[in-house]
């Protein structure tokens, strides 16, 4: 299977290098990743200037580095290289729960493949204080992608796992009861006000959801469609005349 794979965190990522370790036992891979961290970029594009992909080998590793966003770098790197069959994009230091799959350019890159017409696979391990033990990791990672690579009729999947190794694997949908985003002001300090924009942890994790399986100690694997017309508001709407005479 030919693999081509990406981040958001940029190519010197250890999570980039962890995924391309475990991929290259399961095919033939390739590596396009932002030249710079890109987290949080979203699904942005970059159309007002060329972009530029170097040759940057990684390990031994066939890499490029492209000085643009993660969407840029799958549609560059599927446009050099047309046989990919699936894209993996991460793994990402830091959770893609919930509303954060708004913002993240690790699910956009896998999202740009999908896009395409190539299955995309986002994959996402929790950061906080020490960094990710990928060792540990490693056998999810692996059990995961056995599993989904042969899904064939799956284009794109959201994939996070909990920090200690798992109990399972869960089918889950995206958590977006609870909106998790907030701006805390602060100072400078030269005393001048500035603000983060950052999260405070939901509370009341509905089951099913990508929140509860990772609070629960499962794999998170969540579908992910393309389409996001409102179903149901889309019939309410259709069956009321939008036309007055
Ligand atoms: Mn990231």
Redesign the pocket.
Known sequence: MRILIT???GIYSPGLAALAAIAASLGEIRIVAPHV????AAHSITSARPLTCKRTPLNGREAYRVNGTPADCVALGLHQWKDAEVVLSGL???SNLGNSLWPS??LAAARQAALMGVRGIALSTPASGEEADFATLRPAVLRALEFLLPLDKVPLVNVNFPSQPPRGMRWTRQSVRHYDGRIVPGQDPMGREHFWFTVTPAEDVEEGTDRWAIENGYVSLTPIRLDLTDESALVLLQAKPTETT
Do not use: C, K, P
Not at 37 to 40: L, N, Q, R, V
């Open positions: 981040n958001d965190d961290e890109m987290s949080a990402n230091l830091g350019g690790t």
